[in-house]
């Protein structure tokens, strides 16, 4: 496997053609009247690149993650990206992206909002000087993203739950994370009811009947992984363990998915499964391990030794699509590739 410095050129050389390649790009957006069917850049001046606005603002927030991680501070490309950067964001860019997701509040909820956040945030974070002073403008995004997450969650009845963008447990635990970072407490509070009101009283996942042909996500995964950071200790000693209880470590879903079709972008989405349930696993298993050595479970502990044993195997098919030719594959999964082998080599 290789480690995060190998991977930063190609992933960057990855996240720059793609976020300057305009077609083909799936346009998605409720048309209103006839003057909302205009070119994708007419309403997205930052994101309409890369095949859709998700996997746009995703690939912006790779690319300013692999400047951050680039310990040579050298090379031609970035001072290609921090222009590609800089023009983006640039003017009044943010602020319509901005404006558009306020304006039409059911859009990219609530995937392209969490990335939406990670973007703001990863860019208010950077050590390289052009790209921190962007701060304020990318910061539009996320408030627009927090204003929404207030305004939508009193009115969810029940959660989604399955393996696509719609995921509401992958993205309560991304727009969390940024909110309890950036202050917003109210965020945090709000998105913690939810989280308890829909998934606490939840018993033993039905692990076995996952997977499907289009997922990315795994439902269970992305479920347990945001309950690390709602729950307390104490409540995550008692809930932890039954939710994962049927979970085996000769399971399906922990091996890697066969894809028979890359040019075809919903199967495609099965390499990215791989990179998402490694990285949960990665957080969930350590979690499992411990409460079991509290325990004196020594079942329990081998057992979670057993599902980390699991995580190279589910990681390469996507590390390897990440950087392939095929467009249906390469302009998403860098981004899950990069934040799996981070999470993997820190371990």
């Not at 996997?55 to 921090?82: I, K």
């Not at 404006?99 to 208010?124: I, K, T």
């Not at 690390?228 to 809930?239: F, G, N, Q, Y």
């Not at 990285?279 to 479970?297: E, F, N, V, Y």
Request: with cysteine; net charge negative.
């Amino acid at each position: 496997m290789p480690t995060p410095a190998e991977v930063v050129l190609p992933f960057a050389q990855v996240a720059m053609t793609n976020i300057t390649q305009e077609y083909p790009y799936a346009d998605h957006h409720l048309a209103r009247g006839p003057e909302d069917h205009r070119p994708a850049q007419a309403f997205h001046p930052a994101f309409a690149n890369s095949f859709d606005w998700h996997s746009s603002v995703h690939m912006h927030y790779l690319l300013v993650c692999l400047l951050d991680a680039d310990t040579n501070g050298d090379g031609e490309w970035r001072e290609r990206a921090v222009t590609i950067l800089s023009d983006h964001f640039s003017g009044d860019h943010l602020q319509r992206e901005a404006d558009f997701l306020l304006a039409n509040p059911s859009w990219e909820r609530p995937y392209g909002w969490a990335w939406a956040a990670e973007l703001a945030l990863a860019v208010s974070n950077s050590r390289i000087p052009e790209i921190a002073r962007l701060a304020p403008q990318a910061q539009l995004l996320a408030d627009a993203v927090h204003t929404l997450v207030l305004q939508w969650l009193p009115k969810l009845p029940e959660p989604v739950r399955h393996g696509l963008h719609t995921n509401v447990a992958f993205g309560f635990k991304r727009i969390r994370r940024v909110a309890g970072l950036q202050g917003r407490d109210d965020v945090v509070a709000a998105i913690d009811a939810a989280a308890r009101r829909f998934f606490l009283p939840d018993g033993a996942w039905v692990f076995e009947q996952e997977r499907s042909g289009q997922d990315f996500l795994s439902p269970g995964m992305c479920e347990a992984d945001l309950m690390l950071d709602v729950l307390s200790d104490a409540e995550l000693r008692e809930w932890l363990p039954v939710f994962m209880s049927r979970l085996d470590p000769d399971s399906r879903v922990l091996a890697p998915a066969e894809v028979l079709d890359p040019t075809d972008g919903y199967q495609s989405h099965l390499y990215g499964l791989g990179l998402t349930i490694a990285a949960s696993l990665m957080r969930i298993a350590p979690k499992l391990r411990a409460i079991g050595a509290d325990a004196g479970d020594a079942a329990s502990i081998t057992r979670a030794e057993q599902f980390e044993a699991r995580i190279p195997a589910l990681m390469a098919p996507g590390l390897e699509a990440g950087l392939s030719d095929e467009y249906m594959s390469s302009h998403w999964i860098a981004t899950f590739a990069w934040e799996a082998l981070l999470q993997q080599h820190a371990r």
